[in-house]
């Protein structure tokens, strides 16, 4: 049974840090992953992705140069380190992957090809 979990959510207060998990299990290694968000009110957004090989990452503008995606493929964890983290970033966060879940180079995420995801994990960013 192909299965994600997500766990680090949690209350952060601007400007801080929280790391994100996401544990795979009865799947093959071989597939991206990606992370996604979704706010009270708005729409599922997706906000970055690592190839299999860790070869690529991805990220979208507004988390560039504070949120980094790292995998360890031999324990099937997924990593989201968040730094400098703002109200805005507050959210559901999910990881999702699928076999034609694509992350690379020139591609935009989306979740085309996400068959498979997590129930979340709640990210609040308030003083």
């Known amino acids: 049974q192909l299965q994600l979990v997500e766990s680090g959510g949690g209350l952060a207060q601007p400007g801080g840090s929280l790391t994100l998990s996401c544990a795979a299990s009865?799947?093959?290694?071989?597939?991206?992953i990606g992370w996604f968000r979704q706010a009270p009110g708005k729409a599922r957004e997706a906000v970055a992705c690592?190839?299999?090989?860790?070869?690529?990452?991805t990220y979208r503008d507004s988390v560039q140069g504070r949120f980094t995606v790292s995998r360890d493929r031999a324990r099937n964890l997924v990593y989201l380190q968040m730094k400098n983290l703002k109200p805005e970033d507050t959210a559901i966060y999910y990881c999702?992957?699928?076999?034609?879940?694509?992350?690379?180079?020139?591609?935009?995420?989306?979740?085309?090809?996400?068959?498979?995801w997590g129930k979340g994990t709640q990210v609040t960013v308030s003083s």
């Open positions: 690592i190839s299999s090989e860790s070869t690529f990452s």
């Open positions: 009865g799947f093959t290694k071989a597939y991206s």
């Open positions: 999702a992957t699928g076999p034609l879940f694509a992350c690379g180079k020139h591609v935009p995420i989306s979740t085309v090809g996400t068959d498979y």
